[in-house]
């Protein structure tokens, strides 16, 4: 799959959770562990889990030793900053108490993020190229109880997931041929909302 900021995803990562009731989900078999306090939908597919990953450790910017695990595991996932953008990451790393066990690396690029805030009533759309033939994962999730509207479009300006609104969401398809779509996302509620964005 060819993006704009060139991310191909690996086979990673098994999430247990070090805080009592947070949820874990497994990630393809293939990679290594690592052990993060984070609340991973049941099911959740890999672009999901570094969009909860990251809202996770924004809010985890006191609990240094829960950060780096965060963070740890957002490396063994390969997950990089979008080309266009500053990497969100890179000031959590100074306050992140980092684990002793440096984490797995397997293929040298990962999903690519981005963060962004929408006040109330606020809306972005970012366009991007995905490859025909080839499964295409976008995920958002927010700090917080705040919860964006996430569709994506076709060049005909359909939708290819069914429009919806949670604190955490993904869209899954099949692009037929090679093309430009575009991410819309929506702050429908009454506070701002600070979001990560995945592109798989």
Do not use: H
């Given at each position: 799959?060819?993006?704009?900021?060139?991310?191909?995803?690996?086979?990673?990562?098994?999430?247990?959770?070090?805080?009592?009731?947070?949820?874990?989900?497994?990630?393809?078999?293939?990679?290594?562990?690592?052990?993060?306090?984070?609340?991973?939908?049941?099911?959740?597919?890999?672009?999901?889990?570094?969009?909860?990953?990251?809202?996770?450790?924004?809010?985890?910017?006191?609990?240094?030793?829960?950060?780096?695990?965060?963070?740890?595991?957002?490396?063994?996932?390969?997950?990089?900053?979008?080309?266009?953008?500053?990497?969100?990451?890179?000031?959590?790393?100074?306050?992140?108490?980092?684990?002793?066990?440096?984490?797995?690396?397997?293929?040298?690029?990962?999903?690519?993020?981005?963060?962004?805030?929408?006040?109330?009533?606020?809306?972005?759309?970012?366009?991007?190229?995905?490859?025909?033939?080839?499964?295409?994962?976008?995920?958002?999730?927010?700090?917080?109880?705040?919860?964006?509207?996430?569709?994506?479009?076709?060049?005909?300006?359909?939708?290819?997931?069914?429009?919806?609104?949670?604190?955490?969401?993904e869209c899954n398809?099949?692009?037929?041929?090679?093309s430009r779509f575009?991410?819309?996302?929506?702050?429908?509620?009454?506070?701002?909302?600070?979001?990560?964005?995945?592109?798989?």
């Amino acid at each position: 799959m060819k993006l704009r900021t060139g991310v191909v995803l690996m086979p990673l990562i098994f999430l247990a959770a070090l805080a009592s009731g947070c949820a874990t989900s497994p990630l393809p078999p293939g990679g290594r562990g690592v052990s993060v306090g984070a609340a991973i939908p049941a099911g959740a597919g890999r672009a999901a889990t570094a969009a909860q990953i990251l809202a996770e450790a924004d809010a985890a910017q006191d609990q240094p030793q829960r950060l780096g695990a965060l963070i740890a595991a957002l490396d063994t996932m390969g997950a990089r900053p979008a080309a266009d953008q500053a990497d969100p990451v890179a000031p959590w790393r100074l306050r992140a108490q980092m684990p002793r066990t440096a984490p797995y690396r397997g293929r040298v690029l990962g999903p690519a993020y981005r963060a962004g805030t929408l006040d109330p009533g606020g809306s972005v759309r970012l366009p991007q190229l995905f490859d025909g033939g080839r499964a295409a994962r976008v995920a958002v999730a927010t700090r917080g109880q705040a919860a964006l509207d996430l569709i994506v479009l076709d060049t005909d300006a359909r939708p290819v997931c069914p429009p919806g609104r949670t604190p955490s969401r993904e869209c899954n398809w099949t692009p037929l041929f090679s093309s430009r779509f575009e991410i819309v996302l929506t702050n429908a509620s009454g506070m701002a909302a600070t979001y990560y964005l995945v592109i798989e």
